[in-house]
């Protein structure tokens, strides 16, 4: 067997890869390798959950319920800016991103660690993105231990709720003293 004929396809794939990711960043830096990954991994996670919830035997609903999707959608929110803007979470998000300044009562502005550890830096820094993987953990565990999912979903709307009471109080204030 050619051991140099072995590593051409790897080596032309390797190539395309670079090529297609130069191509598209035009010019910016674009980790599309780390978002390839970051892909796999939430395809890896989902299929888990898939899986552990065929063995558990529990059939599927035909629809989700009206109240569980504002349940799930108000705690997906809230789960999702306490992992990635709340003060008291930056500890595990440091090891990805840089501090650079306070953002809103209690929330952080960071931006993702370059070199390697940025797509890891911008999910752990981008609301948007981490609901993805908690509005699919939340639904998994809805599924599996529905008791369970739904009481801490009911916390974190609570949580919610009380955030919002707490910024309109204090726009209230605002507006009636003037500080």
């Known amino acids: 067997m050619n051991t140099a004929a072995d590593g051409r396809p790897a080596r032309r794939l390797h190539g395309l890869l670079r090529r297609t990711g130069r191509e598209y960043g035009a010019g910016h830096d674009r980790p599309l390798g780390g978002y390839l990954a970051a ?3 939430f395809a890896t996670y989902t299929t888990a959950w898939a899986a552990a919830v065929r063995l558990r035997g529990r059939p599927l609903p ?4 009206p109240w569980d999707l504002v349940l799930t959608s108000v705690a997906t929110f809230r789960l999702s800016r306490l992992l990635t803007k709340a003060s008291v979470t ?10 650079v300044a306070p953002q809103g ?3 952080l502005y960071e931006e993702a660690q370059p070199e390697g550890r940025h797509t890891a830096g911008e999910l752990a820094t981008c609301p948007f993105c981490m609901s993805v ?5 939340l639904t998994a565990g809805q599924l599996l231990w529905p008791r369970a999912t739904r009481t801490a979903m009911g916390a974190l709307t609570a949580l919610a709720g009380a955030d919002t009471l707490q910024l309109a109080y204090g726009a209230l204030i605002e507006k ?3 500080e």
């Open 176 to 178: 009636t003293t003037g």
């Open 133 to 137: 993987w908690v509005a699919s953990t």
């Open 105 to 107: 009562p209690a929330e």
């Open 90 to 99: 930056s500890p595990l998000r440091a090891p990805f991103t840089r501090y």
């Open 62 to 65: 035909d629809r989700p319920e």
């Open 39 to 41: 892909m796999a991994g």
